[in-house]
Antibody
C-alpha cells in the first residue's frame, strides 16, 4: 500500500533553513508527482508546489517561490522540501501528498511535519 | 488566486442528511475535490472532480456541482463523521483550498 513517511518535528531559529523529507513506498516513486502543502490555524491549507520525481521538474505557488525548494532522491524514493530564511510565519505543519489519478488531487498524504520557528 | 468560500460550521444529528457548500470566486470547471480531516490527522480525499467517490470512501458521501458552486452531501450522517471538511480546486493556478467546514454532531 502507498505510504508516505515524513521526518520528525523541527524547532528552528529565525533566519535559518530546514530540510524536510518524505519517504515513499508501495508504488513506483518516479511515476507520480509529489506535492507539498502547508497547514496553519490562521491561513488554513496552502499548496506550496509540486515536483515530478522522474524528471525533477517543479512548479511552485508564486507565494512560496524563494521560500521553498523541492528536490528528490530517486535512489531512496524520498522527496525533500527545503525552507529558507525562516520566520515565525513559517511555523506550520507541512505535508507531502502524492497526486491521484486526476490532476491536482491529493490522494495520499504523509503524517505531516511540525515546524516551529522560534528564537 | 481562486477563493473558495465555505460556511464555518454545521451541527447535525446522527441519521440526518447534511450538505456542505463551497463557492468558488471564479469557474473551476469540475475540478473541485473534497477532503475530510479529523483532529491530529492528515486530510483524506473523499470526492474528486466534483462527484467521484475516492477509493474506500463510504457511499454515504456524495458530491455535486460544476462551475462555481459545489456541494458535499453526507446521508446519513454517522458519529464518526465529526471532522472538518475542505474543498479544493485544481483548475486554476495555484491550487487553493477552502477554509473548511467543521461538522459537529448533536
Amino acid at each position: 500500500q502507498v505510504q508516505l513517511q515524513q521526518s520528525g518535528a523541527e524547532l528552528v531559529k529565525p533566519g535559518t533553513s530546514v530540510k524536510l523529507s518524505c519517504k515513499a513506498s508501495g508504488y513506483t516513486f518516479t511515476s507520480n508527482h509529489m506535492n507539498w502543502i502547508k497547514q496553519t490555524t490562521g491561513q488554513g491549507l496552502e499548496w506550496i508546489g509540486i515536483i515530478n520525481p522522474g524528471s525533477g521538474g517543479t512548479s511552485y505557488n508564486v507565494k512560496f517561490k524563494g521560500k521553498a525548494t523541492l528536490t528528490v532522491d530517486k535512489s531512496s524514493s524520498t522527496a525533500f522540501m527545503q525552507l529558507s530564511s525562516l520566520t515565525p510565519e513559517d511555523s506550520a505543519v507541512y505535508y507531502c501528498a502524492r497526486r491521484g489519478g486526476i490532476r491536482g488531487t491529493f490522494a495520499y498524504w504523509g503524517q505531516g511535519t511540525l515546524v516551529t520557528v522560534s528564537s | 488566486d481562486t477563493v473558495l468560500t465555505q460556511s464555518p460550521a454545521l451541527a447535525v444529528s446522527p441519521g440526518e442528511r447534511v450538505s456542505i457548500s463551497c463557492r468558488a470566486s471564479e469557474g473551476v470547471n469540475s475540478y473541485m475535490h473534497w477532503y475530510q480531516q479529523k483532529p491530529g490527522q492528515q486530510p483524506k480525499l473523499l470526492i474528486y472532480k466534483a462527484s467521484n467517490l475516492a477509493s474506500g470512501v463510504p457511499a454515504r458521501f456524495s458530491g455535486s456541482g460544476s462551475g462555481t458552486d459545489f456541494t458535499l452531501t453526507i446521508d446519513p450522517v454517522e458519529a464518526d463523521d465529526t471532522a472538518t471538511y475542505f474543498c479544493q480546486q485544481s483548475w486554476n493556478d495555484p491550487y487553493t483550498f477552502g477554509a473548511g467546514t467543521k461538522l459537529e454532531l448533536k
